[in-house]
């Protein structure tokens, strides 16, 4: 009977764990092969959201994602630049808006989340900065690519 008493709640524990557990991924369309291989890493059972940012809505294709990822596309033609200019959407700004906003709204202090960021380096910059600076996110939870020298320990 302890057996199945231990089984259960190391099931249920399991289960907590990946529901405070999640992760933030963003990519553009220059980083999709990189955002493809990063998934494939990625258990079944992940669970967030990822921002894909790409020039045209007929750039909008198909990626491989855990069945409890939410993937949103950002097609920058669709979207404005800085509000009040008048201004296209500059590469990387509509990535660093949503996941900016996102994490605004989404990411508390029970879950745990995990961040990739995979885009551009100016939107990728933007989002580093509201993270760390904004939301205090420790820089130990993001990944960036080291190219970009952002984190402390890309230097």
Known sequence: MSTSVETRSTRAARRAAR???QHLVT???????ELEAFLATLP?????????EVPE????????????????????ADRSGEPGTGRACAPGQALARATCAWADEMLCEDAETHVTLLGGFLGTADIV?????????GSDRIRVPERFGLLASDR
């Not at 990519?27 to 092969?33: M, T």
């Not at 079944?44 to 894909?52: K, N």
């Not at 900065?129 to 996110?137: K, M, N, S």
């Open 129 to 137: 900065e509201h993270l760390t600076g904004a939301l205090g996110v």
């Open 57 to 76: 809505r007929s750039d909008i294709g198909r990626i491989q994602a855990p069945g409890r990822m939410t993937v949103t596309w950002l097609a920058r």
């Open 27 to 33: 990519a553009d369309e220059n980083s999709l092969a």
């Open 19 to 21: 529901r405070r557990a």
């Open 44 to 52: 079944l059972c992940a669970s967030g959201r990822i921002f894909i």
